[in-house]
């Protein structure tokens, strides 16, 4: 059954370890996003990627985040180093939009990050 | 910078009860309004709404979006504690590169008693 995969779902690390998230995305589905959701911030758009491609990733910290897509069914979300400021839920969706198509983006269970 | 904001923050009710919650949004290029509903984990879809005074329905769930007041509402009617969640509004861009580009609100946290 078609579903996106996280991994890890809970991850617990010490301040400046680098941390590494991963997400497999629905086969065919073109287009992937990484979301953090707190309780102060809500779900925040961190970056996506279509067709491997990065579109935008302005909602990441980028001298301590960053995130690939080495092949089509692999995304990584990395942090290094790691504050207490990063411990959230980190989401990776996925989805297909297009013209005529609803843009029903998936999304996996999560990672739940807790930096201490 | 699209921006999506949604009300209440939280909302507390008991069972019988009609909610209507609230999203309205700024976006560059306007496609769709999506709505999700988030138990325990991972968002899962409720409604899409491209066009205006078109309402969606989904039992006792229904929706319907306002292009000119940029805003949509969400009612749940006869509520029962199986619905209470966090109830999440995104809209969709068109068009160019940045099509699809989905962008959250905050979260209304619904809470119903028995």
């Known amino acids: 059954d078609a579903r996106v995969t996280q991994t890890p779902r809970h991850k617990v690390t010490e301040m400046g370890q680098e941390v590494t998230m991963r997400c497999q995305p629905i086969l065919g589905h073109n287009t992937v996003f990484w979301y953090r959701q707190t309780m102060m911030q809500g779900l925040e758009l961190l970056a996506y990627?279509?067709?491997?491609?990065?579109?935008?990733d302005s909602g990441m910290p980028k001298d301590r985040f960053s995130a690939e897509m080495p092949d089509a069914t692999l995304a990584t979300l990395k942090i290094q180093p790691s504050e207490p400021r990063d411990s959230a839920v980190y989401f990776c969706?996925?989805?297909?939009?297009?013209?005529?198509?609803?843009?029903?983006?998936?999304f996996g269970q999560g990672t739940r990050l807790t930096v201490v | 910078e699209d921006k999506v904001v949604q009300s209440p923050l939280s909302l507390v009710v008991h069972e019988g009860d009609t909610v209507t919650l609230n999203c309205s949004y700024e976006v560059t290029n306007f496609r769709s309004l999506l709505w999700y509903k988030q138990e325990k984990k991972a968002p899962t879809f409720l409604f899409m709404l491209t066009s205006s005074g078109i309402e969606k329905k989904s039992g006792r769930l229904s929706s319907i979006l306002d292009k000119k007041e940029l805003s949509s509402i969400l009612n749940i009617t006869a509520t029962q504690t199986g619905d209470s969640a966090i109830y999440l509004c995104?809209?969709?861009?068109?068009?160019?590169?940045?099509?699809?580009?989905?962008?959250f609100g905050q979260g209304t946290i619904l809470t119903v008693h028995p």
């Open positions: 969706a996925s989805a297909t939009p297009g013209q005529g198509v609803i843009t029903e983006a998936f």
């Open positions: 995104a809209v969709e861009r068109a068009g160019g590169t940045s099509y699809g580009k989905l962008t």
């Open positions: 990627f279509r067709n491997r491609a990065p579109l935008d």
